[in-house]
C-alpha cells in the first residue's frame, strides 16, 4: 500500500472520529440544557426553566423526536405560568415532530400537553374544551402503553376532564363522575413513583367536592395541606378555597370563614413571592448581563494585548533578522576589505610604486563581480583612500623594505634568531633592524610594534 493511501486513510479516519466526536457534543449539550431546564422547573423557577429550553431548542444536530420532546417539555412551563396561547403553539409543533419522528410516546406525551392546554380553557361553560381534552387524552392514552409514568400523568387529566364535563350539570352525570374516580386510581395503581399519591390528592379533592363528600373532601384537602411545602403558597391557596366551598356547603360557616381567611393570606403570601420571584430574576439577570458585559469587554482587551503582543514579537523578529543582515553585511564587508587591503593597500617602501585608483578598482571588481559595480567603486574608493592615508604614516615613519620584512616575520611569531635564518643574515643585523624600528614608531618592545604595524596594515 502506497504511503499517500496510508495517509488518506488516516486523515479519514481522524475526521470522522472528530465529527462523531463533536455529534456527541452536540447532543450531551441539548440534554443538559433540558435536565437543567426541568431542575429549574421542579424549583417553581419558571424564567430560568424557560430560558434554558429555548437555549436547547438552538442546539445543533437535533432530530424531531429531541424537539418535539423539549417543545413538549417548553409546553408544560407554559401552562405554569399562563402562557396558554404559546404553550399551544409549542405543543401542537411537538406533536407535529413527533408525528414526522413516528415515535408513539413523544405523540403521547405532546398530545398530553395539548389536553392540559384544553382544560385550562374550561374557565366558564362557553369555553369549556372538556369534550375535546378527553378525546386528545384518549389518544394519547393509546399511544403510551410502554411507559406507564406516562400513562398515569394523563390518566390524572382524564379525571380532569370528566370532572369538567360534569361542571354545568345539575344534577352531575353519576356514570361520568364514577369514570372520574376510576381514572384516579389506575393512576396511583400504575405509577411507581413514591410520592404520586400524594401528588393525586388534589384531584381527589376536585372529585369529593364535585360529588358531595363533603367529609372525604375536606378531609382530603387537610392531608394535601399536610403534604405540602410551607412555601407553596399557590397550593395551599387552591386547598383552602376548596375548602371553603366543601364547609360551606356542608354547612359549616364557622370553618368556611376561617378557610377563606387562610386563603386570602395564601394568596397574599403567593403574590408577594411571586412578586419577590420575579424581582429576583430581574436582579440576576441585571447581574448575568453585567458579568456577561465584563466578561465581553476582557476578551476585548485580551484580544487586543495578544494582537499587539504578537506585532511586537513579530516587529523584534524582523528587527532582529535585519539587524543580522546588516552585521553580516558589514561582517562581510569588513572581511572583503580585509582582504583586499592586504592585496592592495599595505604600505610599500619608499622605492616600491603603490597601485593607482585604476588598478585598485579593477582588483575590486575582479573579486566582488560585475553585479556588484557600484559596491566595488566605494570599496575601491576606500582602499584607494586608505593605501594613501597608510603610505604617508609608513613614509612618515620612514621604514625601509627591509624593515617592514621584518615586522612582519615578527607578526608570524618568529624570533630574532628564526628571522635572521629566513633572511639569511646574522641575529646582529636583525637586532639591529629592530633597534632602528623601535626608535622609528616610539615603541619600546615587540608586542607595542606589531600593534602599530597592525593598525597601519602591515601585519
Not at 603610505?391 to 635572521?420: P, Q, Y
Amino acid at each position: 500500500m502506497s504511503p499517500r493511501i496510508v495517509i488518506g486513510t488516516v486523515l479519514a479516519a481522524l475526521a470522522l472520529l472528530v465529527s462523531c466526536r463533536t455529534a456527541v457534543q452536540e447532543e450531551g449539550a441539548w440534554r443538559e440544557l433540558l435536565s437543567e431546564s426541568r431542575r429549574m422547573a421542579s424549583l417553581k423557577q419558571w424564567e430560568p426553566a424557560t430560558d434554558y429550553a429555548i437555549k436547547a431548542l438552538s442546539s445543533n444536530n437535533m432530530d424531531d423526536g429531541a424537539k418535539s420532546l423539549v417543545l413538549s417539555h417548553l409546553a408544560s412551563i407554559d401552562i405554569m405560568t399562563w402562557r396558554d396561547a404559546q404553550g399551544w403553539e409549542h405543543a401542537v409543533e411537538a406533536e407535529r415532530l413527533a408525528r414526522d419522528a413516528g415515535t408513539d410516546t413523544l405523540i403521547a406525551t405532546a398530545l398530553l400537553q395539548k389536553g392540559r392546554l384544553q382544560l385550562c380553557g374550561a374557565i366558564t361553560q362557553g369555553e369549556a374544551q372538556d369534550a375535546e381534552a378527553l378525546e386528545t387524552l384518549q389518544e394519547a392514552m393509546s399511544l403510551a402503553s410502554g411507559s406507564p409514568s406516562l400513562q398515569a400523568d394523563i390518566l390524572l387529566q382524564m379525571s380532569q376532564a370528566y370532572i369538567g364535563l360534569n361542571r354545568f350539570k345539575t344534577p352531575i352525570d353519576r356514570e361520568i363522575y364514577e369514570k372520574a374516580g376510576i381514572s384516579i386510581n389506575q393512576a396511583v395503581a400504575l405509577s411507581k413513583d413514591p410520592s404520586f399519591p400524594s401528588r393525586a390528592l388534589p384531584y381527589w379533592m376536585r372529585w369529593y367536592r364535585q360529588g358531595g363528600n363533603w367529609r372525604e373532601g375536606i378531609e382530603c384537602c387537610h392531608k394535601v395541606l399536610e403534604g405540602l411545602d410551607k412555601e407553596d403558597y399557590l397550593m395551599q391557596s387552591q386547598c383552602w378555597n376548596n375548602l371553603v366551598m366543601l364547609y360551606a356547603q356542608s354547612g359549616d360557616v364557622e370553618n368556611a370563614a376561617s378557610a377563606h381567611q387562610q386563603y386570602v393570606y395564601a394568596m397574599e403570601y403567593y403574590m408577594q413571592q411571586k412578586a419577590d420571584t420575579r424581582l429576583q430574576e430581574m436582579e440576576t439577570r441585571y447581574e448575568t448581563s453585567l458579568n456577561e458585559a465584563r466578561l465581553s469587554r476582557m476578551r476585548l482587551w485580551v484580544t487586543i494585548l495578544i494582537i499587539l503582543a504578537v506585532a511586537l514579537i513579530g516587529i523584534i523578529a524582523l528587527a532582529q533578522v535585519y539587524i543580522r543582515k546588516i552585521v553580516a553585511s558589514d561582517r562581510g564587508k569588513e572581511q572583503l576589505l580585509r582582504l583586499i587591503s592586504k592585496d592592495l593597500a599595505s604600505p610599500r617602501p619608499a622605492d616600491s610604486p603603490s597601485p593607482d585608483y585604476a588598478t585598485i578598482r579593477a582588483r575590486c571588481h575582479e573579486l566582488l563581480g560585475e553585479d556588484d559595480g557600484s559596491m566595488a567603486d566605494e570599496i575601491a574608493s576606500y582602499i584607494t583612500n586608505l593605501e594613501e592615508e597608510r603610505s604617508r604614516r609608513v613614509k612618515e615613519l620612514g621604514l625601509t623594505a627591509r624593515e617592514i620584512e621584518v615586522i612582519r616575520l615578527s607578526a608570524e611569531g618568529l624570533s630574532v634568531a628564526g628571522i635572521a635564518e629566513r633572511l639569511h643574515v646574522s641575529i646582529y643585523t636583525i637586532k639591529n633592524h629592530k633597534q632602528n624600528i623601535y626608535l622609528k614608531m616610539d615603541v619600546r618592545s615587540n608586542a607595542e610594534m606589531l600593534r602599530i604595524a597592525n593598525e597601519l596594515g602591515m601585519v
